[in-house]
């Protein structure tokens, strides 16, 4: 083909694919431009995940009546007129493309008035050119709506979720603005069903409590001191989790940089590094930090969807950042319950147990000793060899003796393992072993953890959780898996839910709750096993089809080959 341009039209839905990927970052960019716009009130409405419509309506400034359509002219914008305005300036927008963007691939209505104004200006635009413009009685304020989003555009259509998952999405967006702006009174309907209502109180805590739990936001620590500062002009403040709160992942760790939501790997590592020694490994805190800096200091103009942004002196905000959670940490946190040595004084490797309480007489142990040792069949199964216990190390290796030299086998890791595929066949012939609890219990939600509830409840029947939804932000659990039923059936679910709303992967939901069902159900590391019990899980470890990994990939076992002991003490 000989180069040609595109034409126009085809220019702009590419040019718009960069700002809107999905119903989610529709609704990002009318809720920037509310808040731009001074908004104390800013009500988002979406249905079918936002693919049928979107709605953000607020009560700030407006735009004049014939200002409208200049809105829809590609990188026009009220907030800068040079780039050296970029520098000084604290909008969220600046590039004058969302809405033109938004109008390129929906079909978009805008209702506005100032209030010098009369009666408000509205207009419909279809293709990003205004087709229908006229005058409407409107309060103060903007609405905006968008419907039939792609419909222009089927290769992107094709690229989105279900409608839950966007609304998951959309949730966990809005959720985000809501602890940035404390101040602004934010509601979501998610068709129809208020999903999150903050009261604009301007208490950061309270909107914790709302899209985390009151649980977890009563326990957060607050970070910095008023009018405290950082080095280079910046301030940290915001809110981190004592260590007996934490999570399975990062996705609790929010940063806020001059109110704007970003990700940053380097404030990451920051907030890991001022926990250190102080989680469980794999384990990550909640920390919603909001950090402020001179706004010359950052280039908030390098990504398309503005969500990273590149700081001038990296080193200064990394020490500003860690620094604040480590002093918040070693100031305010409380004093373990539980017969474990304050922070400073645990042994290196103490922290392991310390998020993992070890349950001592739990029905783990004897999770481990069921069934009975069975006797070695001939020809043992593939994949291990037979073993021999000899005893336990550290209680928490098995020590043992196959044909070929020594096993240390994690007692952990190769519960885990057993558990694992345990669960995931009781699953697939329906067959789960469940546990009615004689009360039921029940359990804070995280927002988002009450949004996978409500699309994962099947999912969770399958492997028998009798869950259902209890008022707000919270659960009741009748029924558990019953290899969950020695404990941490709180902990377990929490996690199962927020593994379901990570992005698909390779690893199958199934999977994921198996996992998670097995990590807690396991025995843990430094619980003492009888010789018995040491046996019976070897056993079913051999049985196991993949009995040398842990369902996460680790090993569950290291093998001094007779040959290497030969080597080591100079036999050969
Ligand atoms: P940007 O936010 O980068 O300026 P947009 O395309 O999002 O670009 O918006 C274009 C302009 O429309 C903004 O600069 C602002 O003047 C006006 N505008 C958009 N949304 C609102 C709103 N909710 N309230 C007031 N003005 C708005
Ligand atoms: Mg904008």
Same mark, same amino acid.
């Given at each position: 083909?000989?180069?040609?341009?595109?034409?126009?039209?085809?220019?702009?839905?590419?040019?718009?694919?960069?700002?809107?990927?999905?119903?989610?970052?529709?609704?990002?960019?009318?809720?920037?431009?509310?808040?731009?716009?001074?908004?104390?009130?800013?009500?988002?409405?979406?249905?079918?995940?936002?693919?049928?419509?979107?709605?953000?309506?607020?009560?700030?400034?407006?735009?004049?009546?014939?200002?409208?359509?200049?809105?829809?002219?590609?990188?026009?914008?009220?907030?800068?007129?040079?780039?050296?305005?970029?520098?000084?300036?604290?909008?969220?927008?600046?590039?004058?493309?969302?809405?033109?963007?938004?109008?390129?691939?929906?079909?978009?209505?805008?209702?506005?008035?100032? @209030?010098?104004?009369?009666?408000?200006?509205?207009?419909?635009?279809?293709?990003?050119?205004?087709?229908?413009?006229?005058?409407?009685?409107?309060?103060?304020?903007?609405?905006?709506?968008?419907?039939?989003?792609?419909?222009?555009?089927?290769?992107?259509? +094709?690229?989105? +979720?279900?409608?839950?998952?966007?609304?998951?999405?959309?949730?966990?967006?809005?959720?985000?603005?809501?602890?940035?702006?404390?101040?602004?009174?934010?509601?979501?309907?998610?068709?129809?069903?208020?999903?999150?209502?903050?009261?604009?109180?301007?208490?950061?805590?309270?909107?914790?409590?709302?899209?985390?739990?009151?649980?977890?936001?009563?326990?957060?620590?607050?970070?910095?001191?008023?009018?405290?500062?950082?080095?280079?002009?910046?301030?940290?403040?915001?809110?981190?989790?004592?260590?007996?709160?934490?999570?399975?992942?990062? !996705?609790?760790?929010?940063?806020?940089?001059?109110?704007?939501?970003?990700?940053?790997?380097?404030?990451? @590592?920051?907030?890991?590094?001022?926990?250190?020694?102080?989680?469980?490994?794999?384990?990550?805190?909640? &920390?919603?930090?909001?950090?402020?800096?001179?706004?010359?200091?950052?280039?908030?103009?390098?990504?398309?969807?503005?969500?990273?942004?590149?700081?001038?002196?990296?080193?200064?905000?990394?020490?500003?950042?860690?620094?604040?959670?480590?002093?918040?940490?070693?100031?305010?946190?409380?004093?373990?319950? $539980?017969?474990?040595?304050?922070?400073?004084?645990?042994?290196?490797?103490?922290?392991?147990?310390?998020? &993992?309480?070890?349950?001592?007489?739990?029905?783990?142990?004897?999770?481990?000793?069921?069934?009975?040792?069975?006797? /070695?069949?001939?020809? !043992?199964? #593939?994949?291990?060899?037979?073993?021999?216990?000899?005893?336990?190390?550290?209680?928490?290796?098995?020590?043992?003796?196959?044909?070929?030299?020594?096993?240390?086998?994690?007692?952990?890791?190769?519960?885990?393992?057993?558990?694992?595929?345990?669960?995931?066949?009781?699953?697939?012939?329906?067959?789960?072993?469940?546990?009615?609890?004689?009360?039921?219990?029940? $359990?804070? /939600?995280?927002?988002?953890?009450?949004?996978?509830? @409500?699309?994962?409840?099947?999912?969770?029947?399958?492997?028998?959780?009798?869950?259902? #939804?209890?008022?707000?932000?919270?659960?009741?659990?009748?029924?558990?898996?019953?290899?969950?039923?020695?404990?941490? $059936?709180?902990?377990?679910? +929490?996690?199962?839910?927020?593994?379901?709303?990570?992005? #698909?992967?390779?690893? @199958? =939901?199934?999977?994921? =709750?198996?996992?998670?069902?097995?990590?807690?159900?396991?025995?843990?590391?430094?619980?003492?096993?009888?010789?018995?019990?040491?046996?019976?899980?070897?056993?079913?470890?051999?049985?196991?089809?993949?009995?040398?990994?842990?369902?996460?990939?680790?090993?569950?076992?290291?093998?001094? !080959?007779?040959?290497?002991?030969?080597?080591?003490?100079?036999?050969?």
């Amino acid at each position: 083909m000989p180069i040609r341009p595109l034409a126009p039209d085809v220019v702009s839905k590419i040019a718009a694919g960069e700002v809107v990927e999905r119903p989610a970052s529709v609704v990002k960019e009318l809720v920037e431009n509310s808040l731009d716009a001074g908004a104390s009130q800013v009500n988002i409405e979406v249905k079918a995940g936002g693919m049928s419509s979107i709605r953000v309506w607020d009560n700030g400034v407006g735009m004049p009546g014939d200002e409208v359509d200049l809105a829809f002219q590609r990188h026009a914008t009220s907030k800068i007129a040079s780039l050296a305005d970029l520098d000084s300036s604290t909008s969220l927008g600046f590039r004058g493309e969302a809405l033109p963007s938004i109008a390129h691939v929906a079909e978009v209505e805008l209702v506005t008035r100032t @209030r010098e104004e009369m009666s408000g200006t509205c207009v419909r635009v279809r293709d990003g050119t205004v087709v229908e413009r006229g005058t409407r009685a409107h309060p103060e304020g903007t609405a905006v709506t968008v419907r039939h989003l792609f419909r222009n555009v089927p290769a992107r259509l +094709k690229y989105l +979720k279900s409608p839950s998952a966007e609304a998951g999405q959309i949730t966990a967006l809005v959720s985000h603005y809501a602890l940035a702006f404390p101040e602004v009174r934010f509601s979501l309907v998610v068709d129809g069903r208020r999903a999150l209502q903050t009261s604009g109180n301007g208490k950061l805590r309270d909107v914790l409590a709302e899209v985390y739990g009151v649980q977890v936001a009563q326990a957060m620590l607050e970070v910095g001191r008023p009018g405290e500062e950082g080095g280079g002009g910046s301030a940290v403040s915001g809110y981190v989790s004592p260590s007996s709160v934490t999570r399975a992942n990062r !996705s609790y760790i929010t940063f806020f940089v001059n109110r704007r939501w970003i990700q940053s790997r380097m404030m990451t @590592r920051a907030v890991e590094k001022a926990y250190e020694g102080l989680l469980a490994v794999g384990r990550y805190p909640v &920390a919603v930090i909001s950090l402020s800096l001179p706004p010359q200091t950052i280039d908030v103009n390098v990504h398309p969807a503005k969500r990273e942004i590149r700081f001038a002196q990296e080193s200064i905000v990394f020490n500003s950042v860690y620094g604040a959670v480590r002093r918040t940490l070693m100031e305010k946190m409380p004093v373990p319950e $539980i017969g474990t040595a304050p922070p400073s004084q645990r042994p290196v490797a103490g922290p392991h147990f310390v998020a &993992a309480p070890i349950n001592v007489a739990s029905t783990g142990m004897e999770q481990a000793a069921a069934p009975p040792p069975v006797p /070695l069949e001939p020809g !043992s199964p #593939p994949g291990l060899p037979p073993l021999r216990v000899l005893g336990q190390s550290g209680n928490t290796y098995i020590v043992a003796e196959g044909p070929d030299g020594l096993y240390l086998i994690d007692q952990h890791a190769a519960h885990e393992r057993v558990v694992f595929e345990e669960v995931l066949a009781q699953q697939a012939r329906r067959g789960v072993e469940v546990q009615s609890l004689l009360e039921p219990l029940a $359990i804070d /939600l995280s927002l988002g953890q009450e949004e996978s509830l @409500r699309t994962g409840q099947e999912t969770l029947a399958g492997f028998g959780f009798a869950v259902e #939804p209890f008022g707000d932000r919270a659960c009741l659990v009748r029924a558990v898996p019953a290899v969950l039923a020695g404990g941490g $059936i709180a902990e377990a679910l +929490k996690e199962i839910l927020d593994r379901l709303q990570e992005e #698909p992967e390779k690893v @199958r =939901v199934e999977e994921k =709750v198996a996992i998670t069902v097995a990590c807690h159900s396991a025995v843990r590391a430094g619980q003492r096993l009888s010789h018995e019990e040491m046996v019976g899980l070897v056993r079913q470890l051999e049985k196991a089809a993949s009995p040398r990994t842990c369902p996460h990939g680790r090993p569950t076992m290291v093998h001094l !080959s007779s040959g290497q002991l030969q080597r080591e003490f100079g036999r050969t």
